[in-house]
């Protein structure tokens, strides 16, 4: 009888001795995982930009990544597998893989709030109960029907549990991001998937330890109680005994002081002992992880530093490499034949009958809209990082063949694909938004009226500045000024964006939610000032895409009934004066905001009014200057400098620039403008400069709609204030130049700049004057004044009226009636280059 020897290959040496010398550096373990590193980045971050028009979230692109390059596609050629992933390799693939996956697991549990959870109401924990208790039961059936077909011989406990936790999973990041990218995280819907699926969240985490507890190689029933025993045993002394030391080291990391390098050094091993001590009592390594990052302080900037220093090596390097991993284990090919791909559109009906099922049947008996319900249904059947992990424990324990890997690998990415383009088709919400009467700051009534200021901003650096302009614009009016400062977030794919989120869930609007301790130092500067002062200052915070965050920039200001809408300029001054970009998103948020706002909006060129620090009302002193050339635009800067005016300490001088009289008295600046910018409107173009330069060059001749002129309206507010407001104030001046060339336009403009603050109008009548200057969003003469080559240390405010013809849908006469009008919450109708903003405001 003949024998075979088999030889165990050999195990990879860690690096080779070149190219030079013969080696082949993909025989190598180290060059061989920084190929296989590369290769999965690049490739899952194309997938994730392709997908991206369609909304998908990224997790999606990394699961069709790991598949693609795994033996479903690319794998199909053994030369390109044997080379890139040959099987000796995949033990130190998996091993960074699980790494990354033991890291990013405690940065979810760093994530959950238990406390929010306590805090679920009655309505979201019965419908996250029966979110998990119907899909499980249909889990049982549809183990039954695999056991009987393709998962002949498994073992009918373990094989039954996992399959009621896979179909009834609902991915709480994936789900965050998927509600924040269609702008849902503050509706009635999005407020309740998430506190729902956060109770699913725990509940799937548990039925998980409980399914690996009974897939042991050991059969006994006893074994598995014991292994049931010790994980409840490692939580309590993770809770009573880990704890409290991770208490002593997070108040011994106050804010605004480093946090010792030892405690970042000791979290990361305990996190790592964790996980061994989790393996080793045989509920795998990664409960360990999870567990100390639940029962980690939340409060103190420990868990922010944490966050930092893990999140983007983890989220960006290792944890794709887990996608790929399981990528390499599913083998499309494998579902061969009709019954096989009839028990994969069994166990997607399954899964989606379950989750839909149990979901609306309970909204609808807490009387739920019925489509609310089915958004809600659908939103909770969004699966994600976790469904693989509950996948590949039960791959790696034998208890799922390939079979049924790849079939329940296939439902994952089909429930969670088909969850944004379903949600979008049947559920179009409408915020309901009161009409209102005072969208600009100049005002016929304004003695007595109330200036709501919707402040954004995107770091402390513009904090100092913005404080003081609020200052200095509280005037003397009875009813004085509401702030409401929003702090505007990208919604990144970092872990950490998924803390963000939790922050819009208390309110009609992306909010700060003020229940927390760690609160932004932002937010308390802030909250510092209007303790100090009559302002009252309400924080908010916007949490979005950058190309998006204009919606809720917009929404707010129509929700929270602001006058003026003050907006950062896209470029802040470094120390030796020059003005530096921050990016080109930045500068693409003010031009959205211009085109889509619902009252007037305000751009600072932010050159340190005031100082680097906030200024008292008493110490508040400085000038402003108004350069007022016509038309509304100026209107609006010259009444805001009137109400600065009202300031004690402030100096206001307003300078007028008249055309010189021609023979046939046409006006020559006007002229010039005709000469120097003919431009061709083109209505579906989202450009400022275009469609407002139209507009500035037929505002001279434009009627109001009391049947006056721009040129008459200017005249009258300019007697009014010279015969009104002037003599009643000291502080302020009035100076007429008359000009007829950019080039005398700017000399004047240059004797006065030792000011401390100009106010423009955006839309001025002018040429522009700074031609090298490219930035729409300030206009002709805010170019100027922002240009490297106008050397001042003045800041500057541009300021843009609101038009109710350019916004028809909310514009009203000018009466206070209570009328209520639907405007949508997401892009409904839009396609899909079309902002959501664009269908609300347009």
Sequence with gaps: MATTNSVCPAPMKTTSNGSWQGDNPLDYALPLIIVQICLVVAFTRTLAFLLRPLRQPRVIAEIIGGILLGPSALGRSHKFLDTVFPKRSLTVLDTLANIGLLFFLFLVGLELDLNS?????KKALAIALAGITLPF??????????RSTVSQGVAQAPFLVFMGVALSITAFPVLARILAELKLLTTDVGRMAMSAAAVNDVAA???LALAVALSGNDTSPLVSLYVLGAGIAFVLLSAFAIRPLLVWMVRRSPEGEPVKEMYVCAMLALVLAAGFVTDAIGIHALFGAFIIGIIMPKEGPFTGILIEKIEDLVSSLFLPLYFVSSGLKTNVATIRGADSWGLLCLVIFFACAGKLGGTVLVSMAYKIPAIEALALGLLMNTKGLVELIVLNIGKDRQVLNDQTFAILVLMALFTTFMTTPLVLAIYKPARRVTAYKHRTVERANGVDTELRILACFHSSRNIPTMINLIESSRGTRRRGITVYAMHLMELSERPSAISMVHKARLNGLPFWNKKRDDRDHIVVAFEAYQQLSSVSIRPMTAISHFSTIHEDVCTSAQQKRASLILLPFHKHQRLDGA????????CQINQRVLRYAPCSVAILVDRGLGGATQVSASDVSFSAVVLFFGGRDDREAL?????IAEHPGIGLTVVRFLPPSGEDGKDLMTSCWNADHRVTVHPDKSSVNDD???RTATSTSATSAGGKSEKEMDE?????FKTKIKPANPSISYEEKVVGTKEEVTEVIRGVNKCNLFLVGRRAPMASLDPKTD???????????ASPDFFTTASALVIQQYEPAAHPLISLEPEDVDEVQDIPDTPAHAHAGQSAAAVAFR
């Design 579 to 586: 003005l530096e970009s921050l990016g080109h998103d930045f």
């Design 716 to 720: 009258e507010n300019i007697t009014y």
């Design 692 to 694: 407002d330069q139209t």
């Design 639 to 643: 009444a805001y400098g009137v109400r």
């Design 775 to 785: 930035c729409p969003e300030l206009g002709p003469v805010g170019c100027l004044l």
């Design 117 to 121: 959870i306590k805090r679920t109401g």
């Design 137 to 146: 039961a249909l889990g049982i059936v549809a183990s039954a029907v695999l």
């Design 205 to 207: 985490w548990i039925l």
